[in-house]
């Protein structure tokens, strides 16, 4: 995308966001923060058993800090062990609009482009000949715009063609942050968790997530749930025991594995398998957090939120939160640098959603300007019905993003 069409969206997406008639108005009697009020939350576990959930954390920010917080259920509906602040979930896909901090950072040392193909720096083999892939960049990737698929399919190359002209139009794709980040692993020399570590973790206090699980790790990871049982299937709990044994022998810590290492541990363990590029590690869904930990994320994007080492510039962080890209030309409702966009009532929100497989959901929203922000993060796919119940009571709105067909085939 040349810097003169960009200017062009952007500016015609900002005055949309003026204009719109479909914007979401808050109803009478909003609540004036987002802490939920003690009738809602006497009827929250009440609400999980009838949805089938069996855990949930909620981590509630006003005023850019961290106003309340409260865990429900159980981690692991066979054993009944609670849900504590410290249990760790899966996030799903927002895991990405963290993930696109850490290359907000890179891209503030100099050491990526927001608009330098993506493939000037690694063109992965699995990618066919195409001049359009040839012209993605993070830009696009981080609003959407690459017109790649969500994921493509193995053995396939046809599938890992774009849809359209990157940077014209919206589709959401997990593929492009994959891309991303086998560039940002290629840039650094480090693997995806090391790097998250450096740029964002460590120096934000988020002692409490990964992007990767290792044996300390998993003691506190809620079980998935699919309709309150024990999903048949864990993710990456499942081959923790497997890869412990590598990672010793290596001599290479679980955490620090790039993606090479990550594919040469499925060639040990299963040689007559072919390779699955995307399965563990991975920038778009691998996440492990918990919700106070998140919560930093959100405070840290605020408009009150004080200089810190690892805070981007201020600058930087509201084109982050900026209406990039509209998802569809009907609805007030954008694309930033990794997150959701649209405005309840005069306040702009961004946001995230997620799902993992049915096992886990999440949800993340704030306003920068007001402070407010709300993370809820649940063990069961039903969780989608409970968060959105939640956000409504909060924001007296309802979320355009959670009724709106965004990816329309």
Aim: glycine share 10%.
């Amino acid at each position: 995308m040349t810097a003169s069409r960009r200017d062009f969206l952007v500016a015609a997406a900002a005055a949309a966001v003026g204009t719109h008639a479909l914007a979401a108005t808050p109803k009478a009697g909003a609540w004036k923060t987002w802490i939920p009020p003690a009738d809602l939350v006497d009827s929250l576990e009440s609400l999980m058993r009838l949805a089938g959930v069996p855990g949930m954390t909620i981590a509630v920010l006003d005023s850019g800090v961290l106003a309340w917080q409260r865990t429900f259920g159980v981690a692991d509906a066979e054993t009944g062990a609670k849900v504590s602040a410290d249990t760790l979930f899966e996030a799903a896909s927002t895991s990405k609009p963290v993930f696109a901090y850490a290359v907000l950072r890179l891209v503030e040392r100099g050491t990526l482009q927001l608009d330098r193909p993506l493939a000037s720096y690694l063109r992965p083999p699995y990618l066919p000949e195409d001049a359009r892939l040839d012209r993605i960049t993070a830009r696009h990737v981080l609003t959407h715009s690459s017109g790649l698929r969500n994921w493509g399919e193995e053995g396939k190359p046809e599938t890992f063609l774009p849809a359209f002209e990157p940077g014209t139009r919206f589709r959401y794709s997990g593929e492009g942050f994959f891309w991303l980040q086998l560039v940002a692993e290629k840039l650094t020399g480090k693997g995806l968790d090391a790097l998250m570590r450096e740029l964002l973790f460590e120096p934000a206090g988020m002692t409490h997530s990964s992007f990767v699980l290792d044996e300390s790790l998993v003691r506190n990871l809620a079980f998935g749930h699919v309709g309150g049982r024990r999903a048949p299937q864990q993710g990456m709990r499942d081959v923790v025991g497997m890869i412990t044994p590598l990672a010793k022998s290596w001599r290479k810590p679980v955490r620090d594995w790039s993606h090479e290492d990550w594919l040469r541990s499925a060639a040990a363990l299963d040689p007559a398998r072919p390779t699955q590029r995307v399965r563990f590690q991975n920038a778009a869904s691998s996440l492990f957090t918990t919700a106070g930990d998140y919560a930093r994320i959100l405070a840290g994007l605020t408009d009150s939120a004080p200089p810190t080492p690892w805070r981007i510039s201020d600058a930087l962080r509201r084109e982050m939160l900026s209406p990039l890209l509209g998802v569809q030309s009907s609805m007030p409702l954008w694309r930033g640098l990794g997150w959701s966009i649209e405005r309840c009532g005069g306040a702009m929100r961004f946001g995230h959603e997620g799902n993992n497989d049915g096992r886990f959901t999440a949800y993340v929203g704030a306003e920068a300007q007001r402070g407010r922000g709300l993370v809820i993060l649940t063990n069961d796919g039903a969780g989608f019905g409970l968060y959105q119940r939640i956000v409504r009571e909060a924001t007296g709105c309802d979320q355009l993003s959670f009724i709106a067909n965004a990816d329309p085939p």
